[in-house]
């Protein structure tokens, strides 16, 4: 590894000139992690791996690494329950992909949650959101294209309430909780929410969904 790769200092590096399609031409694991201060966690990384990150705002960053083929998420967060894993998760190539690994899930009984072109860490995407029976975080996703400014508008609606509402559930969600735990549901739960109508927050720890 180079020893004179120069570390991030601002809040934004220019990612290479790169399309999603020059960037997806493998599988490549994917791991996000929360992160106490971002702009320490992209030095150490770039240090680690000799090369900077493709993207780097002050909510997110996202390294690209060819060997091992890999794609790291740091989110500046407080670390969950689980520790600072925020999720686990592989990017494949196509929609295709996608269905044939929800076939599999299915057949062994996983819950399974979807969502179709959704913005996402700066990024147009579609994905599977899957626990295993240990309840780690699966995410599997196909990334159609960048969104530069994602969270200029997006942002401004809870990205876990706005869906849960428009399909009229939230309200159900709150008082079947309220009627089995007797409090109203905290940030820090983990609260089952029904398959197809599942989202990640992007300011809380994961939500993920569960077996019936």
């Known amino acids: 590894m180079p020893d004179d790769t120069p570390m991030p200092t601002s809040a934004a590096i220019s990612a290479p000139n790169r399309t999603p399609s020059e960037a997806m031409q493998t599988i490549k694991f994917h791991a996000s992690l929360n992160v106490s201060d971002l702009a320490k966690s992209v030095e150490f990384y770039t240090a680690l791996f000799g090369e900077g990150p493709v993207k780097f705002y002050p909510d997110y960053a996202k390294f690209e690494i060819a060997n091992p083929p890999l794609v790291l998420s740091l989110?500046?967060?407080?670390?969950?329950?689980?520790?600072?894993?925020?999720?686990?998760?592989?990017?494949?190539?196509?929609?295709?992909?996608?269905?044939?690994?929800?076939?599999?899930?299915e057949a062994v009984g996983a819950r399974i949650g979807r969502q179709d072109d959704v913005k996402c860490c700066y990024a147009l995407q579609t994905k599977l959101w899957i626990t295993d029976p240990d309840q780690t975080l699966w995410e599997v996703y196909v990334l159609h294209d960048d969104v530069p400014n994602w969270g200029e508008k997006d942002k401004k609606v809870k990205l876990l309430a706005a869906p849960l509402q428009a399909f009229g559930i939230w309200g159900v969600i709150r008082r079947n909780w309220n009627n089995a735990f007797g409090r109203r549901p905290q940030p820090t739960d983990r609260v089952p929410v029904p398959e197809e109508e599942s989202a990640i927050p992007a300011d809380t720890c994961p939500v993920p969904t569960s077996k019936p």
């Open 75 to 105: 989110k500046p967060k407080r670390a969950c329950a689980g520790g600072p894993l925020n999720h686990l998760g592989l990017r494949i190539t196509d929609v295709a992909q996608l269905q044939a690994i929800r076939t599999r899930l």
